[in-house]
Every structure is written in C-alpha cells, then in structure tokens.
C-alpha cells in the first residue's frame, strides 16, 4: 500500500509540474542569465580572492594568518559573534514568540522597529554609538569618570553589531511561528503543560529549522561586518580591529597577498554557512516530503476497501 501510495504522489507531481512548465526556450535563457550573473558577480570574484590568496605560495599565505595582528583580528572577530550571536538569539525567539502568538498594543511598532536597522546605514548605525557613548556623547563624561570604556573597545563594537543583526533571528521566526499557529500550544496547556515545558517541547521543536537558520544569517553578518564596526572600532591594530577591518588596512598598506590570505578566510567562513544554510534546507525539506507521504497514506488508510 505504502508503494502505490508514494507511486500515486510521485505521478501527480510529475503531471503538475508538466502542466506548468514553461517552454525549453523560456527555461534556458532564465538559466542563463542566472548562471551569467552567478558566474561574472559571484564565482570570478571568489574565486579571485583565493587565487591572489595563494599567488605567492602556501608559506605566506599560512605565514600572513599567523601574524599576531592577524590572530588578533580573527579572534576578536569570533568573540563578537560568540557574544552577538546568542544575544540577538535571545532577542529574536521573545520577540518572534510574542509577535506570532499574542495581541497586545504597540505590536505594529515593535515589528517596525525589528525591520529599522534594514533601513538605516551601517555607518549611521555607529555614528549614533558614537553621539551616545563617546567622549563628547551624551553619556560620554559619566564614562570616563567612571573608567568606562564604550566606543574604541569590545563593548562599542560588540553594540554597533548586535544593532545591524539583531533582525535576523526574529524575521526568520516570525513567519513560521505565525504558520504554525497557537493550537497546539493552546493543547499543551490545557493538558497542565507549564508556559516553559509548553516552549521547550511544543514550540521550540515546531521552529527549529527557522531558528537555526536565523542565527546561521546572524553569524554570517555578525563576522562580515564592516561600517559599523569600522566607525566604533578606532581600527586599534591587534586590539579592535575584526577581519574585515584588518583585511582594509592590510590592503591600504600596499601588503596585497596578506590581505586577501584574511579574506580569503572570510569567504571561507561565508561557503561555511552557505553549506550549512543548504544542509538545513535540505533536511526541511525531506521532513516535509516525509510528513506529506505519511499523511497520505494514513489518509488513503483509513478509505473502505
């Protein structure tokens, strides 16, 4: 029965998507104009960036990731995202969750201000760190008095980041948690399920694939962040410099295969994410196929013979 159920969906498929195919002409000219763009403003420049990388051999290239203001801003760089990521992670789950599953007065704002940092610069972004926290800042002289450093530290940058990430946690879940809707949460708790037992085993497993993939975009964002960081940062060589920084003065000093041996790293991190973004992908979509088969053939299950 099993077979000739998923038969019966793979034929039903097959006609539909027949009967909306468009012409070969129409599908290969889309293809290749998508795969002329892919190659002439993504794959060349990638592929670019490793070949200067590695255009004066292995030794430098390792020897250039090794130097002390290189190791300084490739671990600056994971420490930002180890503080932002879990933050914005926070973040986005009260948000999504509030948005998603209850009514209250203000909730059109709060989703305006979710989607602001798209809007506003990143460098915007910084400057208002630097008129809030900097020396001649509103807040500015309380610091100093206290010995509190802001803007030109790890807290300036580790602030302007969360700013321009913190979206993409609670805009990959909102959507999905407003999809999944509130009765099976409504369920758990009218069977004695607790607000957090109800989360933990209820909600939480429903989004999962979003959350992941909100907080895979955040990191990615977090480590490639360039205006922002770069106003608060005072660009401090082996103190506040992050990767992509390093990588401008590197280049600004004439030392070209250093450079891009740093960003050639950051697009390794970048192919890094983009794999586990198609991974997560991937498997969403295999336990939806698998959900979809086992809803048909309990349905065609419970049929009369």
């Not at 027949?18 to 403003?41: D, H, N, Y």
């Not at 399920?193 to 993939?213: C, D, E, I, M, Q």
Request: one cysteine or more.
């Amino acid at each position: 029965m099993g077979g000739n159920v998923s038969r019966m969906n793979r034929d039903a498929t097959a006609k539909s998507q027949r009967g909306t195919e468009e012409s070969p002409l129409v599908k290969g000219l889309l293809v290749g104009v998508c795969g002329l763009f892919l190659a002439v403003f993504l794959l060349l420049p990638l592929i670019n960036v490793f070949a200067q990388a590695l255009a004066k051999g292995w030794q430098l290239y390792w020897a250039s990731l090794r130097e002390p203001d290189s190791l300084a801003a490739i671990k600056l760089t994971l420490q930002i995202a180890a503080i932002v990521v879990p933050l914005n992670t926070l973040f986005g789950v009260c948000a999504a969750w509030a948005i998603a599953k209850f009514e209250f007065r203000g909730k059109s704002l709060l989703i305006t201000l979710i989607d602001l940092p798209f809007a506003v610069s990143p460098v915007v972004a910084g400057l208002i760190y630097v008129i809030m926290f900097g020396l001649q800042g509103y807040l500015g002289p309380w610091l100093d008095r206290h010995d509190i450093q802001i803007i030109f530290a790890v807290p300036g940058i580790a602030l302007a980041t969360i700013f321009v990430t913190f979206p993409f946690v609670a805009r990959e879940l909102i959507p999905v948690m407003q999809a999944t809707g509130r009765e099976q949460e409504e369920a758990a708790l009218t069977l004695g399920a607790g607000a957090w037992r109800t989360f933990w085993h209820v909600t939480l497993p429903s989004v999962k694939w979003g959350l992941l993939y909100g907080i895979i975009l955040c990191n990615a964002r977090a480590m490639g962040e360039f205006g922002a960081v770069s106003v608060v940062s005072g660009h401090v060589s082996g103190v506040t410099n992050t990767m992509p920084l390093h990588v401008e003065k590197l280049y600004n000093e004439y030392q070209g295969p250093a450079a891009f041996a740093v960003a050639s790293l950051l697009a390794l991190l970048a192919l890094v994410t983009l794999g586990l973004k198609t991974l997560l992908e991937w498997k969403q979509q295999r336990e939806y196929q698998n959900a979809q088969v086992s809803a048909t053939e309990a349905a065609v299950g419970r049929q009369p013979e």
